[in-house]
């Protein structure tokens, strides 16, 4: 039954450990011995038996993929999330640049210089938001 236990093992090792990971893999293994068992009742041998019990028993990847779920939950979309912030983000640093040529120097007009520079990163948001829609 050492095979069964590598073989259940084997399947997992890339789903990160968790409770759910282990009452799982133990569900599995006792089933499969559970088969074996009532396969070398009906007169086969061990090897035959593990044999056909893995065969018949199919394929995790269901399983595995649910666990994966699980433990790593899709992301959320912020993107929205970062449009708006860059968006007030924009209008405090282009109203600080504002404040600072009026209040240093009111006979030139230089803020709308670094505005341009400012209004690339709402812009950028816009862009990833409306592809994500």
Do not use: C, H
Request: proline letters at 5%; glycine letters at 4%; zero cysteines.
């Amino acid at each position: 039954m050492k095979t069964l236990k590598q073989l259940v093992d084997k399947l997992f090792k890339d789903v990160p450990e968790s409770e759910e990971k282990r009452v799982i893999k133990q569900e599995i293994l006792e089933n499969l011995e559970e088969k074996v068992q009532d396969l070398m009742a009906q007169g086969k041998e061990e090897e035959d038996a593990i044999n056909k019990a893995i065969i018949e028993f199919g394929d995790v990847d269901e399983i595995k993929q649910e666990l994966m779920q699980k433990t790593f939950p899709p992301k959320k979309n912020m993107s929205k999330v970062n449009l708006g912030f860059s968006i007030w983000g924009s209008l405090l640093i282009i109203s600080l640049f504002v404040f600072a040529n009026f209040y240093y120097t009111p006979k030139e007009i230089w803020f709308v210089y670094p505005t341009f520079v400012v209004l690339w990163w709402p812009l950028s948001m816009l862009f990833i938001w409306l592809r994500s829609r």
